[in-house]
């Protein structure tokens, strides 16, 4: 079945810093990729997404590129910020699958020191 | 637009019981999924109705359970709470075809 790998965390960076979260991914077909962001307390929220090879999604500073060579997404910012202190989720939706169906990543735990 | 709104935020249940969680979907979405996280993991994917039918099912047993109304809203029901149900319970909508889901706080679940 379809599944993602994220590097495990927690990745500790200081404010200023450049950030590189690592996903791949197994999957058949051509899914859809996802970065979700999970703040304390809170739900999921959309970060970006790429939807065929070579895309590249951004958002708030952060972005991936769709790499199917290397089956990878990985997330990137120039530089982070306090604020930016989350959990991160990599997903994939794949339509060989149910409708709309998620497959997360494990998460990483991002915290951004002053 | 409203977004997604889950009820009720945190409860606790005893093993054995069986407990109802409530979604309200975001404006205009008609598809419903529910996700299961546990501390420290990932969602896990329970299953996802469409047009008040079910649209797919992930590795959960039968006592897990759903409903979704003409309204779009939805419910998760849990028959027989067994300890590891213990987690975060999230409701996601969507628009059928957009391949993008929006989430819900949440329901944190604590079963005793």
């Known amino acids: 079945g379809d599944s993602v790998t994220q590097m495990e965390g927690p990745v500790t960076l200081s404010e200023e810093a450049f950030l590189t979260i690592n996903c791949t991914y197994t999957?058949?077909?051509?899914?859809?990729l996802f970065w979700y962001v999970q703040y304390p307390g809170e739900g999921l929220q959309l970060l970006l997404k790429a939807t065929k090879a070579d895309d590249k999604g951004s958002n708030k500073g952060f972005e991936a590129t769709y790499r199917k060579e290397t089956t990878s997404f990985h997330l990137e910012k120039g530089s982070v910020q306090v604020s930016d202190s989350a959990v991160y989720f990599c997903a994939l939706s794949n339509r060989n699958n149910a409708g709309n169906m998620l497959t997360f990543g494990g998460g990483t735990r991002l915290m951004v020191k002053p | 637009e409203t977004g997604v709104t889950q009820s009720p935020t945190h409860l606790i249940k005893t093993r054995g019981q069986q407990v109802t969680l409530r979604c309200s979907s975001q404006s205009g979405h008609n598809t419903v999924s529910w996700y299961q996280q546990a501390l420290g993991q990932g969602p896990q994917f329970i299953f996802q109705y469409y047009r008040e039918e079910e649209n797919g099912r992930g590795n959960f047993p039968p006592r897990f359970s759903g409903l979704q109304f003409p309204n779009y809203s939805s419910e998760l029901n849990v028959n027989a709470l067994e300890l590891d149900d213990s987690a975060l319970y999230l409701c996601?909508?969507?628009?059928?075809?957009?391949?993008?889901?929006?989430f819900g706080q949440g329901t944190r679940l604590t079963v005793v």
């Open positions: 996601a909508s969507s628009l059928a075809g957009t391949g993008v889901a929006f």
């Open positions: 999957a058949t077909g051509y899914p859809s």
